[in-house]
């Protein structure tokens, strides 16, 4: 992603079936190439009337909708949230393993949930608990500990000041090909795919004042 307004939508890191089993080719396809290139399309159109927004950088529109003008607020959170959030999605799933790889994460994880399976199992629920459409999200607040999330719809983690490691997409658009209604298998499918180094390298820039 390029750094400000007109901003493009980058490919993916690695190919559209590199994900099978878990997330299958075509939810892939739709979800990056149709999804996330109309948030980028729509937020594009919304910025290319006021200049004074266009050398903001994604984070810098997000991080304080107050100071937007009335009449695009809910627009950029809307359409600037879904890219945003559909990066930090994308870009922290691989087809390779890296749960090894995690290694300031890790300690951190054990410090704030009490195990690993403490932290999935947490994390699964909150998946769950969103209602209708939104996000899990694990987070580092301003004390320096992880929390897990919720956000709805197109709504971002960093508007309340928080920083983030993963997220989870679990409006159905994210699944419905492959799972139908059951996001509980989807995000067991999900924690195959993510990305703990991705993870780990937010981690270390969350706790380092990024």
């Not at 990066?87 to 691989?94: P, V």
């Amino acid at each position: 992603m390029n750094e400000h307004y007109p901003f493009v939508n980058p490919p993916l890191p690695y190919a559209y079936d590199a994900l099978e089993p878990y997330i299958d080719t075509q939810t892939m396809y739709i979800h990056h190439d149709r999804q996330l290139q109309r948030y980028v399309a729509n937020l594009n159109a919304i910025l290319s009337g006021y200049p004074e927004l266009q050398n903001l950088s994604l984070e810098e529109l997000l991080r304080d909708p107050a100071s937007l003008p009335d009449a695009v607020r809910q627009g950029i959170i809307n359409y600037g949230g879904g890219v945003y959030n559909h990066l930090i999605y994308f870009y922290g799933m691989t087809p390779s393993e890296t749960r090894t790889e995690a290694q300031a994460l890790y300690p951190a994880i054990i410090r704030d949930f009490g195990s690993v399976e403490r932290f999935f199992d947490e994390f699964k629920a909150y998946a769950l608990a969103v209602f209708g459409s939104g996000y899990a999200w694990l987070v580092v607040e301003p004390d320096g500990r992880l929390r897990i999330v919720m956000t709805a719809n197109q709504d971002t983690p960093i508007t309340n000041g928080l920083c983030v490691v993963a997220g989870i997409d679990v409006w159905e658009h994210a699944y419905f090909l492959k799972r139908f209604t059951d996001r509980a298998a989807y995000i067991e499918d999900w924690f195959h795919v993510v990305s703990w180094q991705v993870a780990n390298d937010r981690y270390i820039n969350c706790i380092n004042g990024g």
